[in-house]
């Protein structure tokens, strides 16, 4: 469904990913994995379109959307779920949810993919009228995944959605993801530096250093010490 | 008595004030820019309505239904074809394209509409209602209600429409903008066209009230910076207060110490609220 191939990402003089290939089947959930700094935020915003690749190619459902600006990649049902819980803090939570919907695509359907939202996540119903800037860390991943939701994704990509966020917050989430991705049949990649969550839940696995996938295969079948070896380069 | 005819000629005016500096803080909360070409454009839309209701023999009012949409096109195609594409090369190269843009429409307004004063007669310009003591000018009661139903309608299209959530979107984070599928140079001209089409609803109320020349624009972009500043570069009701402060301003201090009063508050809110915040 999602194929990344020989993906370069630079800034500048530096080279930020080197060499990337990845590929996740339909319904996979897949998970890119390694320490800060390793490029796996760069991958997933050159997929997304919102930086432009210096090299390699990017396939979702087999059509060359390299270098497609973000609002056309949405278009096509490939959504990322930034870093960081991002939304529009001054506006409402159901205005945040409406922009979701913003994508012609997903205008029919914007009601019946509220209820969704609302049932995934019941915290954004009770304050759908406050400010989004007055929500938790967590409740905010919620508001951006529901979000990322309103645009009727076929193919869900998410940014460290457990940065910063206390463990009970970060296991909810993921139990959110693993119903998101059973009920919807959603296509899931994830960036994470928790290697334990995110195996758990991964049906293929990548792990990245220094800007290049240097590991990759079933989830099941990664050893602990391979991982650590490939994420720490020992 | 009189206090509460001063504050009521400064309310009425003050509509005006506040449609005029709409369009700039519009553009200024959402694409990130000072446009100095939005006096030149208020003054096209003031040309614009004396001229059409001129030559079909209607009330100027009438003329919106033309103006409102050619000037949303003008801004539209304005951001998309020049604006934009300035916009690449950086904010620098955007506000000195707006400031050519102001002077190639005064200068083309001049050889085209003559440098002779120009107004937009209507056939209740000089009529006065009488309540409770009170004067009230028919045509100030016109133009606050215009400049009400614009603000209320814009209002309504930023809360109410998928393009109006864009556009607070796109004001509050663009690159989570993008990620939600919006374009956001499309919401730029769409937020310039909006912006234009208040300069025409602006221009229309100023060839209703005053005369006007290709060179008057220069005064409106100061009355739009103005509001712009004092109500806080991000808000509805903030441009309007914004605006109704302006006009009683001019009201309570008159020809001498209008200005003075005007820019004082200005200078205040720099001073204690210096921030500008996106548009809301």
């Given at each position: 469904?999602?194929?990344?191939?020989?993906?370069?990402?630079?800034?500048?003089?530096?080279?930020?990913?080197?060499?990337?290939?990845?590929?996740?089947?339909?319904?996979?959930?897949?998970?890119?994995?390694?320490?800060?700094?390793?490029?796996?935020?760069?991958?997933?915003?050159?997929?997304?379109?919102?930086?432009?690749?210096?090299?390699?190619?990017?396939?979702?459902?087999?059509?060359?959307?390299?270098?497609?600006?973000a609002e056309q990649v949405v278009e096509r049902g490939l959504s990322l779920v930034p870093q960081g819980g991002k939304c529009f803090p001054r506006m409402s939570v159901y205005d945040?949810?409406?922009?979701?919907?913003?994508?012609?695509?997903?205008?029919?359907?914007?009601?019946?993919?509220?209820?969704?939202?609302?049932?995934?996540?019941?915290?954004?119903?009770?304050?759908?009228?406050?400010?989004?800037?007055?929500?938790?860390?967590?409740?905010?991943?919620?508001?951006?995944?529901?979000?990322?939701?309103?645009?009727?994704?076929?193919?869900?990509?998410?940014?460290?959605?457990?940065?910063?966020?206390?463990?009970?917050?970060?296991?909810?989430?993921?139990?959110?993801?693993?119903?998101?991705?059973?009920?919807?049949?959603?296509?899931?990649?994830?960036?994470?530096?928790?290697?334990?969550?995110?195996?758990?839940?991964?049906?293929?696995?990548?792990?990245?250093?220094?800007?290049?996938?240097?590991?990759?295969?079933?989830?099941?079948?990664?050893?602990?010490?391979?991982?650590?070896?490939?994420?720490?380069?020992? | 008595?009189?206090?509460?005819?001063?504050?009521?000629?400064?309310?009425?005016?003050?509509?005006?004030?506040?449609?005029?500096?709409?369009?700039?803080?519009?553009?200024?909360?959402?694409?990130?820019?000072?446009?100095?070409?939005?006096?030149?454009?208020?003054?096209?839309?003031?040309?614009?309505?004396t001229l059409l209701a001129s030559a079909l023999g209607v009330d100027p009012i009438l003329t919106l239904a033309v103006t409102l949409p050619c000037m949303y096109a003008l801004g539209?195609?304005?951001?998309?074809?020049?604006?934009?594409?300035?916009?690449?090369?950086?904010?620098?190269?955007?506000?000195?394209?707006?400031?050519?843009?102001?002077?190639?429409?005064?200068?083309?307004?001049?050889?085209?509409?003559?440098?002779?004063?120009?107004?937009?007669?209507?056939?209740?310009?000089?009529?006065?209602?009488?309540?409770?003591?009170?004067?009230?000018?028919?045509?100030?009661?016109?133009?606050?209600?215009?400049?009400?139903?614009?603000?209320?309608?814009?209002?309504?299209?930023?809360?109410?429409?998928?393009?109006?959530?864009a556009i607070r979107a796109v004001s509050d984070d663009r690159d989570t903008a993008r990620l939600s599928g919006i374009n956001v140079r499309k919401i730029y001209a769409v937020a310039?066209?909006?912006?234009?089409?208040?300069?025409?609803?602006?221009?229309?109320?100023?060839?209703?009230?005053?005369?006007?020349?290709?060179?008057?624009?220069?005064?409106?972009?100061?009355?739009?910076?103005?509001?712009?500043?004092?109500?806080?570069?991000?808000?509805?009701?903030?441009?309007?207060?914004?605006?109704?402060?302006?006009?009683?301003?001019?009201?309570?201090?008159?020809?001498?110490?209008?200005?003075?009063?005007?820019?004082?508050?200005?200078?205040?809110?720099?001073?204690?609220?210096?921030?500008?915040?996106?548009?809301?």
């Amino acid at each position: 469904m999602l194929r990344v191939e020989n993906l370069q990402v630079n800034y500048g003089d530096f080279r930020a990913v080197s060499s990337a290939s990845i590929a996740v089947r339909k319904g996979e959930t897949a998970s890119v994995l390694g320490t800060n700094g390793s490029g796996k935020t760069s991958l997933l915003q050159a997929v997304a379109g919102l930086i432009t690749p210096a090299g390699g190619r990017v396939l979702f459902e087999e059509e060359e959307i390299t270098g497609l600006p973000a609002e056309q990649v949405v278009e096509r049902g490939l959504s990322l779920v930034p870093q960081g819980g991002k939304c529009f803090p001054r506006m409402s939570v159901y205005d945040n949810l409406m922009v979701g919907s913003y994508p012609k695509h997903a205008r029919p359907h914007a009601q019946k993919s509220l209820e969704r939202v609302f049932g995934l996540f019941p915290v954004l119903q009770e304050k759908r009228r406050d400010p989004a800037g007055t929500l938790s860390g967590g409740q905010r991943q919620m508001l951006a995944i529901g979000r990322a939701m309103m645009a009727a994704p076929k193919c869900l990509m998410f940014d460290e959605i457990s940065l910063g966020l206390a463990p009970v917050a970060i296991g909810e989430l993921y139990a959110c993801i693993r119903r998101i991705h059973q009920e919807e049949n959603i296509t899931v990649l994830m960036v994470e530096q928790n290697t334990e969550r995110a195996l758990r839940i991964s049906d293929v696995s990548f792990v990245m250093r220094k800007g290049e996938i240097v590991l990759s295969g079933p989830a099941s079948g990664l050893s602990s010490a391979e991982i650590r070896a490939a994420y720490f380069g020992i | 008595m009189g206090f509460l005819q001063l504050l009521i000629n400064g309310l009425l005016l003050g509509g005006v004030y506040a449609l005029i500096g709409l369009g700039m803080t519009l553009v200024f909360g959402i694409v990130g820019l000072t446009n100095l070409a939005h006096g030149e454009l208020v003054i096209l839309g003031a040309y614009a309505s004396t001229l059409l209701a001129s030559a079909l023999g209607v009330d100027p009012i009438l003329t919106l239904a033309v103006t409102l949409p050619c000037m949303y096109a003008l801004g539209y195609a304005l951001q998309t074809l020049l604006i934009n594409r300035a916009m690449e090369k950086g904010n620098e190269a955007a506000l000195l394209v707006t400031f050519g843009l102001s002077i190639i429409l005064q200068d083309g307004m001049l050889l085209l509409l003559s440098a002779d004063a120009r107004h937009a007669a209507t056939a209740y310009g000089t009529t006065t209602l009488r309540a409770g003591g009170l004067n009230i000018p028919l045509l100030n009661l016109v133009m606050f209600g215009i400049s009400l139903v614009f603000v209320a309608g814009l209002a309504f299209f930023l809360n109410r429409s998928y393009t109006g959530r864009a556009i607070r979107a796109v004001s509050d984070d663009r690159d989570t903008a993008r990620l939600s599928g919006i374009n956001v140079r499309k919401i730029y001209a769409v937020a310039m066209g909006v912006a234009t089409a208040g300069a025409a609803a602006a221009g229309l109320c100023v060839g209703m009230k005053w005369t006007f020349y290709p060179s008057s624009g220069g005064q409106y972009l100061l009355t739009a910076f103005l509001v712009t500043v004092i109500g806080g570069m991000g808000s509805i009701p903030g441009t309007l207060l914004a605006g109704l402060s302006f006009g009683l301003a001019q009201v309570i201090g008159g020809a001498n110490y209008g200005l003075l009063i005007s820019y004082g508050v200005m200078l205040l809110v720099l001073a204690v609220r210096p921030a500008a915040t996106s548009w809301q």
